[in-house]
Nanobody, 125 residues
Framework: QVQLVESGGGRVQAGGSLRLSCAASGRTFSRSTMAWFRQAPGKEREFVAAHNWSGGSTYYADLVKGRFTISRDNAENAVSLQMDNLKPEDTAVYSC??????????????????WGHGTQVTVSS
């Protein structure tokens, strides 16, 4: 059974940093695309970042580009999201996702089959 478990969320002041981690189990994730999405209260889920195993390509939403960094550790079956210079509008539940089939558009949530339950990130002004 595939499981994704996020950790590292919390409360931070604007300008601060947090590092989210997603531990994967139940399958080898080295040949998968792994991504982070977020959902704020009253808003739709939105793409944050993705890491493609093929070539190690990374993708970022414009809103987080230059502030967030996605990385993965295939040996540990894990993916991380380093978030710097956080803003109040980054407040959301952040979820990890994984896809083993070819992902054509990494920002589309329906490309991903497996999801974690999410971790809350709150940024105060």
């Amino acid at each position: 059974q595939v499981q994704l478990v996020e950790s590292g969320g919390g409360r931070v002041q604007a300008g601060g940093s947090l590092r989210l981690s997603c531990a994967a189990s139940g399958r080898t994730f080295s040949r998968s695309t792994m991504a982070w999405f977020r959902q704020a209260p009253g808003k739709e889920r939105e793409f944050v970042a993705a890491h493609n195993w093929s070539g190690g390509s990374t993708y970022y939403a414009d809103l987080v580009k230059g502030r967030f960094t996605i990385s993965r550790d295939n040996a540990e079956n894990a993916v991380s999201l380093q978030m710097d210079n956080l803003k109040p509008e980054d407040t959301a539940v952040y979820s990890c996702a994984a896809a083993f089939a070819l992902v054509t558009v990494p920002s589309r949530s329906h490309e991903y089959m497996y999801w974690g339950h999410g971790t809350q990130v709150t940024v105060s002004s």
